[in-house]
């Protein structure tokens, strides 16, 4: 490896002293007033108590399936009992960016609003500087995890093993990432959910108050929340793409080791192995130097600048691949009579970038404000409810067409240049520059955490309309987020898919063999089936939201006087009030039993995140040791189809519901007349937005994550379910003939002699391509044979 893979695990550490870096410069930022510093400390509490929760229960499962890895390993040839510390150091380098990204969430969300007090060039500041805390954590540790992982088991432990063991031991680390990240999203999800339809069913509809007022217990959930769905879900949704995109793609590399070993290849053979770990290494420094160019001043765009530092950095990151890729790689060479070049390998890099990003424009098309797909759910939201909720299930069906065409091309371009390693290499591509692409995506959350507290701090207006714009332009680059999200879901699906076949010898997949198709359906059940159990878990949790929600403003005498004081105040200036209701509304400032609601979301999103986690893990086990490599084969292909729809579907319908709420509540002329918050039209899009909610927050981003961990699960139990395969002699026997040529020839005694030489090719126990000639004569019969 000529010491290359010595200085990987550096830029790893790099990219942790940007974080630490960082994470020092947003804790030294002025928090704001004692009533600012009060709400945020209930904030960080919430956060805090729900990840300690969840830390607990899944640490339980980490050592238990540890130890099942550890025992599988120890009977395989081409395993070993280390998988066990590969998922064991996955699972905590996931934990531990999500963690890492909470902290400096929950500290920038209330420097952010006091930031908003002076200018909204320094909000943004703070509120990107916390993202990018969470973007270089979730790349620093993936690939100093991945890179000392591999440097361990290729130079150390495991040096006498071949190539294919140490990915197979390695692809645990992918394991142990993805287990992690599906019960981060899906407890995330329904913690974040539940609170927020308690915060907007009762307090904004029963109550006529605002989702983040001081008066609505719920409000401190909605805003933890906002932290443990969106930071720490999101985190380790893209962390678990990250590196089980390069793992997928190093195991798809390997198949070239002997042939470049043999051209001579400087690497050792090991080129198309090591590229995509320093692809993602180089993402690092470019991610970094991109952070530097999001700067806006004083009425300016934040949305310009954020494009600026994301799209900036992912030009250069392209024109970067073009030499990595040519250095790293031959020209050009063969394989099974395939030939590849460097320059294909560019092109399906290109190929998943582009699609990217057309998904991510397509997301914002159809979820962003005032775009016709918006307007035409915010139209239907006059006659009621049914006809909203109608509006934005057509608005998510129809927006899949597109993201999913170009997800087919980029696969049929991806593979047309180089094979399926291309179309692991476009995944790579798309997140090579995770980190600036996760730090304008935890912005949002922390922007909206900030108009949060700028409201229960009864701040300003001109602040909160600071944060507001703000956290118009997170909801945007949100939906870019998720697009790329998607995409590098569907890609590294595949990519993990096709190294699957690889590890367990299935030379095809068969969908007319009826194992397979049983296989088939199944897997396109289970998005279904995974979506149905975090739905209801929502439901439930909001239930009892709701009814907490619906006590305490009952029961709580100062609560229940300060909001008929609104009531009665209604659509007055606070300081136009009489000095009785004003005392009344101040004497109810801190009675809410915030502690109360943050103690119901945490409780039901650990208790009901546990059996939709366990089917992700459990089914293709079962699968794949009861019905084989091929029905294996045929769910993973039913979960992928089926799963990347429902995703796409779920996750737009909900932004579209989403964005047509707050076109409502900015104020919307429809057909001459004007309507804002509290109208008819209103009431129907906040219940189209609940809807929506565990739709776009909970089920559809866990969806990303479903499919990709099942095909991290077949990958680590290929070696014990491979085929054998077959023997040389008895490949032969099943030959795939080729060509068959007839050629009749006349000799000089005028005998006619008819000659057939048919040309037959197969695979044999190594894996090489044999070719055998057998030539017959009429009258005669010989056999020669080339291998």
Known sequence: MENIVY???????????????????????????????????????????????????????????????????????????LVALSFIVGAICSGLAGYLGMVVATKANVRTTNAARTSLGKALEVAFGGGSVMGMGVVGLGVLGLSGLFLLYSEFLGAEWNINKVLNVLAGFSLGASSIALFARVGGGIYTKAADVGADLVGKVEAGIPEDHPLNPATIADNVGDNVGDVAGMGADLFESYVGSIIGTMVLGAIFVPGFAEMGEMWGGLGAVLLPM????????????????????????????????????????????????????????????????????????????????????????????????????????????ATNIIAGLGVGMMSTAIPVLLIAAAILIAFHFAG????AIAAVGMLANTGIQLAVDAYGPISDNAGGIAEMAELPKEVRQRTDKLDAVGNTTAAIGKGFAIGSAALTALALFAAFMQQANVQMINIAEPRVMAGLLVGAMLPFVFSAMSMNAVGRAAMAMIEEVRRQFKDIPALKAALEVMKKNEGKDQKDWSAEDQATFEAADGVAEYDKCVAISTKASIKEMVVPGLLAVVVPVIVGFAGGPEMLGGLLAGVTSAGVLMAI???NAGGAWDNAKKMFEEGV????????????????????????????????????????????????????????LPS???????????????????????????????????????GNVVTEEVTEVVEEVKKETDK
Request: no cysteine.
């Open 420 to 423: 399926l390693y291309g179309i």
């Open 669 to 724: 002329d429809i057909n001459g007349e004007t309507y804002y918050k509290g109208s008819e039209p209103h009431k129907a899009a906040v219940v189209g937005d609940t809807v929506g909610d565990p739709f776009k927050d909970t089920s559809g981003p866990s969806l990303n994550i479903l499919l990709k961990l099942m095909s991290v699960v077949a990958l680590v139990i290929a070696p014990s379910i491979a085929l054998e």
């Open 7 to 81: 200085f990987l695990p550096l830029f790893g550490v790099v990219s942790l002293l940007y974080v630490a870096w960082k994470s020092a410069w947003v804790s030294k930022q002025e928090v704001g007033t004692e009533k600012m510093a009060k709400i945020a400390t209930h904030i960080t509490k919430g956060a805090m108590a729900f990840l300690s929760a969840e830390y607990k229960i899944l640490a339980i499962f980490v050592v238990a399936v540890a130890a099942l890895l550890a025992f599988k390993g120890m009977g395989e040839a081409d395993s070993s009992p």
């Open 728 to 766: 040389a002699d008895t490949a032969m026997a099943d030959a795939v003939v080729v060509e068959t040529v007839v050629e009749t020839t006349t000799t000089e005694e005028g005998t006619e002699v008819t000659t057939t030489v048919t040309t037959e090719t197969a695979t044999d126990a190594e």
């Open 278 to 385: 320093v692809l993602a290494a180089v993402g690092i420094l470019v991610s970094i130097a991109g952070t530097f160019f999001v700067r806006v001043k004083e009425g300016g765009s934040p949305h310009t600048a954020l494009n600026i530092g994301e799209f900036g950095s992912a030009i250069f990151m392209v024109i970067v691949s073009y030499f990595i890729i040519g250095y790293f790689l031959p020209d050009a060479w063969t394989l099974n009579g395939t030939e590849y070049t460097s320059n294909g390998i560019f092109f399906a890099t290109l190929a998943g970038l582009a699609a990217g990003l057309g998904i991510g424009k397509i997301t914002e098309y159809y979820t962003g404000t005032g775009t016709p797909p918006v307007v035409s759910i915010v139209r239907q939201s006059l006659t009621g409810s």
């Open 649 to 651: 579907f779920q996750s």
